[in-house]
């Protein structure tokens, strides 16, 4: 039994068909595997999609940066050339601050805002919130919209959902690893996800 009520969710991606996602600045693990988990659920709910970040990937996760996924603005799109979407998914932060220039470009549009995250601190995004601070990680959260969803990961989201997980959670060292974020992680081992 999931954590969350991911209906509100479910309701708002039915009932639209571009996608934008974006996270912080300095974007860690959990920041882009969310990303990608996302991405993944999304297209195959056969949506269009989109992410976008104030911040490249750094170099020691570029194993999570796959070739034209994830945009960098300023420098493979500006705020004039990313397309248009109908929601914007803001995962692993609810910060105007943490999204560095990506803000304003989300400030600007008129689309519905969606906040996936497992942090205590929060701004007013004027947004749907899906927060669990209970929750280890982001990625724990992606997995269980997805299960919620019937949506199964390839190999290859299977593992940056296991770094989001592992990172945040210290390599399953830190008080926040509880028995849900093994069964998760289990579960993407089961899927091609390779902790070495």
Known sequence: ?????????????????????????????????????????????????????????????QFMNPPGMILKLNESVTKATIPQHDVVIIVDTSAWQQLGAMADVIQASSAKRVVIDHHVSSDQLNALELKDVAAAATGELICEAAEEFGVTFDADAANWLYAAIATDTGWFRFPSTTARTMRIVAGLMDLGAIPH
């Open 1 to 61: 039994m999931p954590a969350m009520d991911w209906t509100p969710l479910k309701a708002v991606i039915d009932a639209n068909e571009s996608f934008l996602i974006s996270s912080h600045v300095r974007p860690d693990a959990d920041a882009l595997g969310s990303e990608l988990g996302m991405r993944a659920i999304l297209l195959a709910l056969g949506k269009q999609v989109s992410i976008v970040n104030a911040s490249a990937p750094p170099a020691n996760l």
